[in-house]
């Protein structure tokens, strides 16, 4: 198994979600394993260019280079110098219009373990497009906030159903060290 993390949309736009599933430091731990273990991270940025986008029916748009676009703080005191963080992300599905699919086979990654924000929308949403495009997953559970304990739930179980497997942020941290 060659892995990859993805970080998805942990910005300060979402930090109330964030603070309220409190997953920033399980993910931050998550991060740390990965680094000691030299597993590729990729963080993405969701911001709205368009502001007529279906999305933008839905929410605020998030204007790239705003506050509400940057990093959690603690997510990027987190951050190493090889990260990447795709930036140009501008629909849920973090695979849509990105370069991730091709940093990802590049890199020979065939699992990709997600974390970050939404449970429901740009996490599931990513998790999907990556089993489409023939990469396992990891949804990793606690490791994923949402507006709602109802959303996260039925993602996880949707997961575990047909896209992949849910461990916990532990679980994961524990399958890098064997």
Same mark, same amino acid.
């Given at each position: #198994? ?5 970080? !998805? ?13 409190? !997953? ?6 998550? #991060? ?12 993405? =940025? ?8 279906? !999305?933008?029916?839905? *929410? ?8 509400? *676009? &940057? ?9 190493? $110098?090889?990260?990447? !963080? ?10 849509? =219009?990105?370069?991730?699919? $091709?940093? @990802? ?32 997953? @990891?949804?990793? &559970? ?27 942020? =532990?679980?994961?941290? &524990? #399958?890098?060290?064997?």
């Amino acid at each position: #198994m060659k892995v990859a993390l993805l970080v !998805i949309d942990m910005q300060n736009r979402f930090q109330a979600v964030l603070n309220d599933a409190q !997953i920033i430091p399980r993910v931050v731990k998550v #991060m740390q394993a990965c680094h000691d273990k030299s597993i590729p991270i990729f963080l993405t =940025q969701h911001h709205d260019p368009e502001p007529d986008s279906i !999305i933008c029916k839905f *929410w605020k748009p998030i204007d790239r280079e705003s506050d509400d *676009w &940057k990093l959690i703080s603690e997510i990027e005191n987190a951050v190493r $110098e090889k990260d990447v !963080i795709i930036a140009e992300k501008i629909r849920y599905n973090a695979f849509y =219009q990105t370069r991730l699919n $091709e940093y @990802l086979l590049d890199g020979k990654v065939d699992t990709v373990a997600i974390v970050g924000c939404e449970t429901n929308l740009c996490c599931e949403s990513t998790a999907r497009a990556a089993n489409d495009n023939n990469f396992s997953v @990891l949804f990793l &559970k606690d490791g994923n906030a949402s507006s709602t304990k109802e959303f996260h739930d039925a993602t996880v179980k949707s997961m575990e159903y047909g896209f992949g497997k849910a461990p916990t942020c =532990q679980e994961f941290i &524990k #399958m890098l060290r064997t």
